[in-house]
């Protein structure tokens, strides 16, 4: 398995407070995602890194931000959390070639009440 | 837009019998790699299975094979001698072999093993 952390594991925050979660690799994977899984939608993507400083936004983006300044890390913001961000956050990797699946962090969920 | 369809929310299967799960997409491109990740409670996704478009062989590994069929766009994933560690998530995923790009996964298919 790729080395791929999440921190933190789990957090209960505020409605309109800032949180920062982590993604940390090992693997010197290129790719990188951030996804949200909610009950009925399975995983929807927030936003992806193909690089560093190179991200794109998907499909889930608004509310989020991303910054990706070494290889290694991908950060997800919340600016102002609301209680609709309460979710479980899946960081996952990819190699270069394009054949290569995705593996995945270990989750990180959120509260925010 | 490339999209991935799981009908089945839940499904369940008696120990040791055979499960299918389904699961169909609708994309343009010709090149691409299909995936099923298994979810287990602990949450961790684990892939299960991958299949390149070009090959027309279907993929297996030990119990569990895929039935790929490229016209019609279907992607069904067997489970043969179903255990009680295969309760699960399912989810099935596409990616595009051209494009810079993500992974589309399905809403998922839960499954039950009764024993």
């Known amino acids: 398995d790729a080395g791929i952390t999440q921190s933190p594991r789990h957090k209960v925050t505020e409605t309109g407070t800032p949180v920062t979660l982590r993604c940390h690799q090992t693997e010197n994977h290129r790719y990188m995602y951030w996804y949200r899984q909610d009950p009925g939608h399975g995983l929807r993507l927030i936003h992806y890194s193909y690089g560093v400083k190179d991200t794109d936004k998907g499909e889930v983006s608004d509310g989020y931000s991303v910054s990706r300044s070494k290889t290694e890390d991908f950060l997800l913001t919340l600016e102002s959390a609301t209680s609709s961000q309460t979710s479980v956050y899946f960081c996952?990797?990819?190699?270069?070639?394009?054949?290569?699946?995705?593996?995945f962090g270990p989750g990180t969920r959120l509260t925010v009440t | 837009a490339q999209t991935v369809t799981q009908s089945q929310p839940e499904m369940s299967v008696q120990e040791a019998e055979t499960v299918t799960l389904s699961c169909t997409y609708d994309t343009s491109e010709s090149d691409y790699y299909l995936f099923w990740y298994k979810q287990p409670p602990s949450r961790q996704m684990i892939l299960v299975i991958r299949q390149e478009a070009y090959k027309q062989q279907n993929a297996t590994e030990n119990r569990f094979s895929v039935n790929f069929q490229k016209a019609a766009k279907s992607f069904s994933l067997k489970i043969s001698d179903s255990q009680l560690g295969d309760a699960a998530m399912y989810f099935c995923a596409y990616r595009s072999a051209l494009r810079d790009d993500k992974i589309i996964f399905g809403k998922g298919t839960r499954l039950h093993i009764l024993p």
């Open positions: 996952a990797t990819s190699g270069l070639q394009r054949s290569y699946e995705q593996y």
